[in-house]
């Protein structure tokens, strides 16, 4: 029997506030354990939350960008379960009437382009963080998570492969850099990913029992557990059994899932209007005022590059995948209006020795401005191709200008046609075989020459001219 995967993701991603979601207390990362806190976000006796402002505008910022529907009017409910990281037995969120609903973002799988749903984006808070001793069986808790403010995004089971979902993340999380709504800093867990899995017999209609992943930290881990837990659903059914529902969680060492817990159902959660909290009042004015200012997004930007810029869609999709890579890009061809080499070295060199040094775009050792004054430099025949590649490994150690360092090395292309003539007929005089080969119509040998007369030359003879001279030399 053949089967099809039915996938959904859930999205947490903290918004980049100062401060908690319903206290002042502040929300950054790092700091020593239970530092952050305040009977607010401890759930103390008699206190009241009061709600954080930016964190309605940010989420306003997603609905708009993930084309959502926003409710003029929303309600905080409480969500309630026991577990030791949670102080007051209940988590703020919102359920039956969240902040935005009936989006959509699109994707683009392999050559595949798709629409995925977006069930519901919603406000809620975060919990505290367990930290288990690896030396004694004790777990200690950090409540300065508590209250951080996060926006979950539900999407439609719209995905039906791991590369899809992979995909879907892959843009949800650009879209939050792009806004400003969130770092996307998975390590840090301020982007993070439930997934819920299910597979059916292809061409039915009928989903089948999903289960949940947990503990996803990464998209290539995302697209990992995925695959893993779709065979495992497909090798149960093929012998017979019944795929249960519940939470899996991943386990990155040995690539397999494992059980966890019996995956619990809304009515579970016991949830109910918070009482402390009015409902929350969205008006056409605050959000024509977060419209205007929404940057551009990855989509628009991509196309505005294929289109401006004359690029490929591959070079755009690139480009635009970060928000600092794309206005790296337009810095560059301030400099040197030539997109397509811009491109080219910025995906080849640049992005290989960011990912070689483990650096973003933000830490690039090669200012944008000095990319484009190197192409300058190839582009004016002032160095070779070949040694811009050594001009460029220098700038990115010692962040001098390509010229400075051509200039210090003595790297300047020789151009004079009298100098390369000298240069050839040294090769030529040493090779008379090839030679003799060549004029015997053995024309690959010209190959062989242009190598050795770089060899010669320490990689500065202008490749051009040294084909016509020893075209002519060897007519």
């Given at each position: 029997?053949?089967?099809?995967?039915?996938i959904?993701?859930?999205?947490?991603?903290?918004?980049?506030?100062?401060?908690k979601?319903?206290?002042n207390?502040s929300s950054?990362?790092?700091?020593?354990?239970n530092?952050?806190?305040c009977?607010?976000?401890?759930g103390?006796?008699?206190v009241?939350?009061v709600?954080?402002?930016?964190?309605?505008?940010?989420?306003?910022r997603?609905?708009?960008?993930t084309?959502?529907?926003?409710?003029?009017?929303s309600?905080?409910a409480?969500?309630?379960?026991?577990?030791?990281?949670?102080?007051?037995?209940?988590?703020?969120?919102?359920?039956?009437?969240?902040?935005?609903q009936?989006?959509?973002?699109?994707?683009?799988?392999?050559?595949?382009?798709?629409?995925?749903?977006?069930?519901?984006?919603h406000?809620e808070?975060?919990?505290?963080k367990?930290i288990?001793?690896p030396?004694r069986?004790?777990s200690?808790?950090?409540?300065?998570?508590?209250?951080?403010?996060?926006?979950e995004?539900?999407?439609?089971?719209?995905?039906?492969?791991p590369?899809?979902?992979?995909?879907?993340?892959?843009?949800?999380h650009?879209?939050?850099?792009?806004?400003?709504?969130?770092?996307?800093?998975m390590e840090?867990?301020?982007?993070?990913?439930?997934?819920?899995i299910?597979?059916?017999?292809?061409?039915?209609t009928?989903?089948?029992?999903?289960t949940?992943l947990k503990?996803?930290?990464?998209f290539?881990?995302?697209?990992?557990?995925?695959?893993?837990?779709?065979?495992?659903?497909?090798?149960?059914?093929?012998?017979?059994?019944?795929v249960?529902?519940?939470t899996?969680l991943?386990?990155?060492?040995?690539?397999?899932t494992t059980?966890m817990?019996g995956?619990e159902d809304?009515?579970?959660?016991?949830?109910?209007?918070?009482?402390?909290?009015?409902?929350l009042?969205?008006d056409?004015a605050?959000?024509q005022?977060?419209?205007?200012?929404?940057?551009?997004?990855?989509?628009?930007k991509?196309?505005?590059f294929?289109?401006?810029?004359g690029?490929?869609?591959y070079?755009a999709?690139?480009?635009?995948?970060a928000?600092?890579?794309?206005d790296?890009f337009?810095?560059?061809i301030?400099?040197f209006?030539?997109p397509?080499?811009?491109?080219?070295?910025i995906?080849?060199s640049?992005l290989?020795?960011?990912?070689?040094?483990?650096?973003?775009?933000?830490?690039?050792?090669?200012?944008a401005?000095?990319?484009g004054?190197?192409?300058?430099?190839?582009?004016d025949?002032?160095?070779?191709?070949?040694?811009a590649k050594?001009?460029?490994?220098?700038m990115a150690?010692?962040?001098?200008?390509?010229?400075?360092i051509?200039?210090?090395?003595?790297?300047?292309?020789?151009?004079g046609?009298?100098?390369i003539?000298e240069i050839v007929?040294k090769?030529?005089?040493?090779?008379?075989?090839?030679?003799?080969?060549?004029?015997?119509g053995?024309?690959?040998?010209?190959?062989?020459?242009?190598?050795?007369?770089?060899?010669?030359?320490?990689g500065?003879?202008?490749?051009a001219?040294?084909?016509?001279?020893l075209?002519e030399?060897?007519s």
């Amino acid at each position: 029997m053949e089967f099809e995967s039915v996938i959904g993701l859930e999205v947490h991603a903290q918004l980049k506030t100062k401060t908690k979601i319903f206290c002042n207390c502040s929300s950054e990362f790092g700091a020593a354990p239970n530092t952050h806190v305040c009977p607010v976000c401890l759930g103390m006796p008699g206190v009241l939350p009061v709600l954080n402002r930016k964190v309605v505008e940010y989420t306003i910022r997603m609905a708009l960008a993930t084309h959502c529907s926003l409710a003029r009017e929303s309600r905080f409910a409480r969500k309630n379960y026991f577990y030791p990281d949670l102080p007051k037995g209940y988590q703020i969120s919102q359920y039956e009437l969240p902040i935005a609903q009936f989006g959509h973002i699109d994707i683009e799988a392999g050559d595949n382009k798709k629409r995925i749903g977006i069930t519901r984006i919603h406000i809620e808070e975060d919990a505290g963080k367990l930290i288990h001793d690896p030396d004694r069986p004790k777990s200690m808790v950090d409540f300065n998570r508590t209250g951080v403010p996060l926006m979950e995004i539900v999407s439609e089971p719209d995905m039906r492969s791991p590369e899809e979902a992979g995909a879907y993340l892959r843009k949800l999380h650009s879209v939050v850099r792009y806004i400003g709504v969130c770092d996307g800093n998975m390590e840090e867990g301020s982007f993070r990913c439930d997934a819920n899995i299910s597979v059916m017999p292809k061409g039915s209609t009928t989903f089948g029992t999903r289960t949940e992943l947990k503990n996803l930290n990464s998209f290539r881990h995302v697209e990992k557990a995925l695959q893993f837990e779709i065979g495992r659903q497909k090798e149960i059914i093929a012998d017979g059994g019944q795929v249960i529902q519940e939470t899996r969680l991943w386990d990155s060492a040995k690539n397999m899932t494992t059980s966890m817990r019996g995956k619990e159902d809304a009515h579970d959660y016991r949830y109910f209007p918070d009482p402390d909290l009015l409902p929350l009042v969205v008006d056409d004015a605050w959000i024509q005022a977060v419209k205007a200012d929404l940057p551009e997004l990855p989509d628009a930007k991509k196309e505005r590059f294929v289109r401006e810029y004359g690029l490929p869609s591959y070079d755009a999709e690139v480009l635009t995948s970060a928000r600092e890579l794309a206005d790296y890009f337009e810095d560059c061809i301030k400099t040197f209006p030539q997109p397509k080499p811009a491109s080219n070295w910025i995906m080849g060199s640049l992005l290989g020795l960011l990912n070689a040094e483990g650096k973003s775009i933000d830490e690039s050792p090669v200012s944008a401005e000095n990319l484009g004054n190197l192409l300058k430099l190839i582009a004016d025949g002032v160095i070779s191709g070949k040694i811009a590649k050594t001009v460029f490994e220098e700038m990115a150690k010692t962040g001098k200008s390509p010229r400075v360092i051509v200039t210090e090395k003595g790297l300047v292309q020789v151009s004079g046609k009298p100098a390369i003539e000298e240069i050839v007929a040294k090769v030529l005089s040493r090779h008379p075989k090839e030679v003799e080969d060549y004029k015997g119509g053995k024309t690959k040998v010209l190959g062989f020459f242009v190598g050795q007369i770089m060899k010669e030359s320490k990689g500065k003879a202008n490749p051009a001219m040294v084909n016509e001279v020893l075209k002519e030399k060897l007519s």
